[in-house]
């Protein structure tokens, strides 16, 4: 019997079967699972192990005869004492011989490796783990963007990758040495690359009380298809929402301050707002800062709120313009549609973010806007008109 050698040679070039096994055998690589797990808050657990100083994902090799989702459950259960079916994939990665750094007596002939997902798991089954005793040291809920300081490198491109094409729902993201060959909106901004600042401020679905001084205003601008205008930040990769701090221009309408924010920095214009709540911020000295603004002399000395709305974005107009060349700092938001699901998984809004995200969908549906499926954030290049 005869087998060709490959599926476009010439008809006329066969070889044994024996010939044809030894070849294919000559090009195998390994097989390795892993599966990424993710506290509410969004941070990854990573394991610390006894046999290599950086931070690997549960998982490991795939034996002989072994499906790569049978081998991530089998993990699981070894490295935490955890039972799971383990069916949904994230991302394959083809990791070549040269990117792995071995040493030239492993003879590591390159791997494909598959990354599954395990889910996002509450306090009550993170406090089921049972390490094994040997091998896993330690587990720890690590922020996206520190994962770069506690991994080799390909490992936390192949993590960072794996988690986008989680938030995107697609399906699984393909990569190449941790690096998406079809990349997303949000791979290309690097989305999760940078420390998400904390806003675990109590969300309150009431009018600001009076005396409490409003600090910055933002928006839940929905498309017609039940999505949200986001904005990612070209120099950081960071996600929020549209609006800013107000102005005396304002006089001391929040919704004016959301309508002159959103056309300022994303071109875009809403109608039938409706008021969503507030968050009550903390004293300045226990504030964070960061992208919503709160830095500096802005930021306040005591108490203040942080108002929310939601409206429905009537049109978009071009990108407002940024300097042609210079660094992504300089440079205008990337505008996207995502759901408010993805938004929320791309900030840190901690215990109180599902009841403002509660408070949203209440108000999508006075809008009479249907509910969104998850799909793949759309990047909003022109002018669109709803």
């Not at 393909?174 to 690096?179: F, H, K, Q, S, Y």
């Not at 928006?219 to 070209?234: C, E, I, K, S, T």
């Not at 300045?284 to 000395?301: N, S, Y």
């Not at 109180?352 to 009479?368: C, K, M, N, T, W």
């Amino acid at each position: 019997m005869t087998t060709p050698s490959a599926p476009d040679e010439s008809p006329g070039t066969s070889m044994t079967d024996e010939e044809y096994g030894a070849l294919r055998a000559s090009a195998a690589l390994w097989a390795g699972t892993s599966v990424l797990i993710t506290d509410v808050r969004g941070r990854v657990l990573v394991q610390r192990v006894d046999y290599r100083p950086s931070r690997l994902l549960p998982g490991g090799a795939v034996d002989k005869g072994e499906s790569p989702a049978r081998a991530a459950a089998r993990e699981l259960w070894e490295e935490l004492g955890v039972t799971a079916v383990v069916d949904r994939g994230l991302a394959v990665d083809w990791v070549s011989a040269e990117s792995f750094g071995a040493p030239g007596v492993m003879r590591f002939p390159g791997e494909i490796l598959h990354v599954y997902d395990g889910g996002v798991w509450d306090g009550e089954r993170i406090a089921a783990i049972r390490l094994p005793g040997h091998e896993v040291e330690a587990v720890e809920f690590v922020e996206p963007a520190g994962l770069p300081g506690l991994m080799i490198p390909g490992d936390a491109r192949r993590v960072l990758s794996a988690l986008r094409a989680r938030v995107e729902g697609a399906g699984p993201a393909l990569l190449e040495n941790g690096v998406p060959i079809a990349p997303g909106v949000l791979d290309r901004v690097g989305a999760l690359r940078t420390a998400r600042v904390p806003r675990h401020h109590p969300f309150e679905p009431a009018p600001v009380p009076d005396g409490l001084p409003v600090h910055r205003s933002q928006g839940w601008l929905f498309a017609p298809d039940g999505r949200v205008l986001v904005l990612l930040d070209p120099a950081t990769g960071a996600a929020r929402l549209p609006g800013g701090a107000p102005d005396p221009a304002d006089h001391g309408d929040p919704w004016a301050t959301l309508v002159r924010e959103a056309d300022g920095e994303a071109a875009a214009t809403a109608a039938r707002p409706l008021y969503l709540g507030h968050l009550l911020g903390p004293e300045g000295p226990e504030d964070p800062g960061g992208p919503e603004g709160l830095d500096g002399p802005d930021r306040p000395d005591g108490p203040y709120a942080l108002v929310r709305h939601a409206a429905a974005l009537t049109r978009l107009g071009p990108p407002p313009a940024g300097p042609a060349a210079g660094s992504p700092a300089d440079r205008a938001p990337v505008r996207a549609l995502a759901t408010p699901e993805q938004v929320l998984e791309l900030s840190d809004w901690g215990p109180h973010g599902a009841a403002q995200l509660a408070a949203v969908h209440r108000a999508r549906d006075l809008l009479g806007i249907p509910r969104a499926d998850r799909r793949p954030l759309t990047e909003l290049t022109g002018p669109v008109a709803y």
